[in-house]
């Protein structure tokens, strides 16, 4: 077992995806949220989108730790890195996010030290070998990350590294979700649930999605066999008249989660009593903060930031999309003013945002007509 | 902004304040500074400026010029090393053209410090790689600059070369119904760089595939040449960069099949791992070409008859739609566009 | 949102769960166990894999059985077709008679 060939068979795929045809009923209208941007880039990757019956609807959610990110934080991790002596590291998704006066790779080519680092603990160890220099690392990302943030915290703090500090900007999915849930122009059906943020917080979480909003939701791993299987759940579910928690991911997703990372977290964060993020504007209880006692690895504690607020250009429709009310390309600016290259817009920005998604692999297909399928 | 002098200012577009590493990754920001700077300013109208070498007619006989510079961090890497890449590099485009390299004259910009014993390991190289090539290094020229001026050393080669009979290449001549052969694995090469740089600690089985692909070009032109349409050596920002460029320039759509493209275990590996796409990952070894259906399949033949072209497969074909796309089908009936690379790729966790 | 690949553990040390090693496809990284110390990850294992710690062990069983019940919906599809005498080699993606609705 390989644990990734198996659930990329075609026949299998095939198969799954026949079974979807088959449950799906053709007087209705799916609209089905997968609400991590890993499944967005899966969906667009393999092209599964052209498997589904057109009366199936997937909905991009907000599960996108880069496009949620308001600029206004960006702005402040960069200022804070332009001090003398200062490395600014991050992940490589964050490189090409654009915060007001330009990327961090734009502030690279001005001279900033800037360093992609792949993992939290890559980051401090950079700052034990530049012991002249101050590493600051821009930590985003939902669940599934911030333990790892935690966990290079505790040993930063247990090694007495003075040279090291997180500009933390960890949030919470479960807050996002619920706010998506609360706009009075959602309508949706039911939700794939994120696969990964799930082996850290478990299913439980979810389970006021299916019993307070009757909705059905299936946590899902990522390839495409995976994908089509939470569909077909999801879809017996809605023939059924049920809503549950289903765990299509059984293979890496305890039920209850991972308990070393959920504790390390509660360790080391606490909850911000709000946040800002981009398109969905501010959502209480919905992001992390390091607690007082790591207060000098702290980046927001030990330096001064100058809290920058940037308000997102009023034309664009960021909000809208993330809520699954508007498509990308129904945005006023998708695919003129606001393209991967030059993006506007917050969904645009990452490439699993689901502007850049569709703008990448679907708007050219979509214009093209008639496509000419090879033997 | 319309100038009144007798000459005609000529139209820069390009706009960005400065340059930017994407500029040099040699995807969309690249042809952005070639065609909104470079071009204008410099090109002479009567040549299409864009192709891998220049075609110029000196005395009756018809030459193909290329340049090229060489940049790598770290000099040395599994598999090869800048001197062996300056001297494939141009070999390759020379090739890519329809051209036998002849000569190579090389330019060294070597940074103030640099140890002797590294220059001349890389100049062995470039002799080395010439030679097994049959290039002459014919000329160069040595700067150095201070230190911290430079990256221990940098190496431009321009290259000479002759077209070969029969062998006529022109993305216009593109046609739908035309196949599109890669001569082996892709990714290779910008894997094992990435790999070497030891930033992600990564570790693997992979030599870069630089070397010359001039005998398989040979070949084909000899079991193929008048069905031989364009040819491209897919270098910095991949497979995915060669193909949209042919797609834009010959206005047809090309798709490929998934399954058909050969990617190796390691570079697979690794691309899962940093969530890249093996088609934005840097080749030094391998050419694409499209053939005319009728002759596809002794294209094939032949090229998989060259040592080292045992792997070549046909992996796609152009059609009309997406006009100046790269359709990519999936195995399980799906399909998606497949961009040119903004910048270089750069690992993601999301 | 977040990418996380599975990863056959090749190296662990009990006494320091931040160096394990892992392996994708003959690719190795160094990994960070400590997120599964209860588990007691060893060498062999297969584990998921997110900004170079492991967040899971993956279970060999419920995958097996995952695979086995997608292989039911092809084969049950299969029996559906014999049925309805379809015979079982389409792959045109097309069409599928309207399901029996319960």
Sequence with gaps: MKYVDEFRDPETIEAAAREIRRLADPSRHYRIMEVCGGHTHAIYRFGLQDLLPENLELIHGPGCPVCVLPMGRIDDGLELARQPGMIFAAFGDMMRVPGTRGTPLEHQARGMDVRIVYSPADALEIARKNPDKHVLFFAIGFETTAPST????????????????????????????????????????????????????????????????GKPIAVSGFEPADILQSIVMLLGQLERGESKVENQYRRVVPREGNRAALQVMA????????????????????????????????????????????????????????????????????????????????????????????????????????????? | MSGTAAETPPAVRFREARIEMAHGAGGKATRRLVEGLFVPLLSDASAPPLGDAASLELDGARLAVTTDGFVVTPLRFAGG????????????????????????????????????????????????????????????????????????????????????PGLETDPHSVRPGDRIILSGPIGDHGITILLARGELDLEADLRSDTRSVFPMVEALAQAAG??????????????????????????????????????????????????????????????????????????????RGVPGGEEARLIGEVCPEPAGSVLVTTPYGGSRIVDMLVGDPLPRIC | MCLAIPAKIVESNPENPASGLVEVLGVRRKVDLSLLTEENPSPGDWVLIHVGFAMSKISEQDAAEQLRILRLLGEAEAALEEVRGYGSSTSDGGEQASKPRK
């Design chain 1, 150 to 213: 935690a966990l290079t915290l505790k040993r930063a703090r247990a090694e007495n590294v003075p040279n090291f500090s997180v500009f933390c900007n960890h949030v919470t999915i479960i807050p996002a979700i619920r706010a998506i849930l609360d706009s009075p122009d959602m309508r949706l059906d039911a939700f794939i649930g994120p696969g990964h943020v799930s082996t850290v917080i478990g299913c439980r979480p979810y389970e006021w999605i299916a019993e307070n909003e």
């Design chain 1, 267 to 375: 360790e080391v964060f606490e909850l911000r009593p709000y946040f800002e993020w981009r398109g969905l504007g501010f959502i209480s209880q919905s992001a992390l903060r390091i607690r007082g006692e790591y207060a000098r690895w702290d980046a927001e504690k030990r330096f001064d930031v100058p809290g920058v607020r940037v308000t997102d250009p009023r034309a664009a429709q960021c909000g809208e999309v993330l809520k699954g009310v508007l498509r990308p390309a129904q945005c006023k600016l998708f695919g003129k003013e606001c393209t991967p290259e030059q993006p506007v817009g917050a969904l645009m920005v990452s490439a699993e945002g689901s502007c850049a998604a569709y703008y990448n692999y679907e708007h050219r297909k979509r214009a093209a007509r008639n496509l000419v399928s090879l033997r």
């Design chain 2, 81 to 164: 090393s800048i001197g062996e890449l300056a001297i494939h590099g141009t070999v390759n485009d020379l090739a890519v053209a329809g051209a036998r390299p002849e000569v190579i004259v090389a330019g060294w910009v070597l940074e103030a410090g640099l140890e002797t014993e590294v220059l001349e390991a890389e100049v062995r190289a470039m002799g080395r790689a010439a030679r097994q090539a049959g290039v002459r290094v014919v000329g160069g020229d040595t700067k150095v600059v201070d230190h911290g001026k430079a990256d221990r050393m940098y190496v431009t080669t321009t290259g000479i070369g002759r077209f070969l």
């Design chain 2, 226 to 303: 008048p069905a031989v349409r364009w040819m491209r050596d897919p270098t910095r920002g991949g497979l995915a960069t060669a193909l949209n460029e042919l797609a834009r320039d010959c206005r047809q759509g090309i798709q490929l099949q998934e399954q058909e493209i050969p990617v190796r275990d390691a570079v697979r590996g690794s691309c899962e791992l940093l969530g890249l796409d093996p088609l934005h990952i840097a080749n030094e070894g391998q050419f694409v070409a499209v053939v005319a259906a009728s002759g596809a399949a002794a294209a094939l033949e032949a090229i």
